[in-house]
């Protein structure tokens, strides 16, 4: 069985949508970026890998998500 790592970046974006504040342009080529990552994970696990997270890797997928999460909550209220 083969290994594989992932960087955060693939994580955050298959994880989180991109957000409409952004300019079209942008948000199309996130959502374009987000659709592939998601595929990236969803063959991976169809091909039974193993998929190994480095310990900085859930640190920086946090960290990511938090300030999106807050970004959010700001715009919002």
């Keep these: 069985?083969?290994?594989v790592v992932l960087d955060s970046?693939?994580?955050?974006?298959?994880?989180?949508?991109?957000g409409h504040w952004?300019?079209?342009e942008v948000?199309?080529?996130e959502a374009e970026t987000h659709k592939k990552a998601r595929k990236?994970?969803?063959?991976l696990k169809?091909?039974?890998?193993?998929?190994?997270?480095?310990?900085?890797?859930?640190?920086?997928?946090?960290a990511v998500i938090s300030r999106l999460?807050?970004?959010e909550l700001a715009e919002n209220n």
């Design 40 to 43: 990236v994970i969803e063959l």
């Design 46 to 62: 169809q091909r039974n890998r193993t998929v190994v997270f480095p310990f900085p890797v859930l640190v920086e997928v946090a």
């Design 9 to 18: 970046s693939v994580i955050v974006k298959a994880i989180v949508k991109p």
């Design 69 to 71: 999460v807050s970004r």
């Design 22 to 24: 952004l300019p079209i």
């Design 1 to 3: 069985m083969e290994t």
């Design 27 to 29: 948000y199309r080529r």
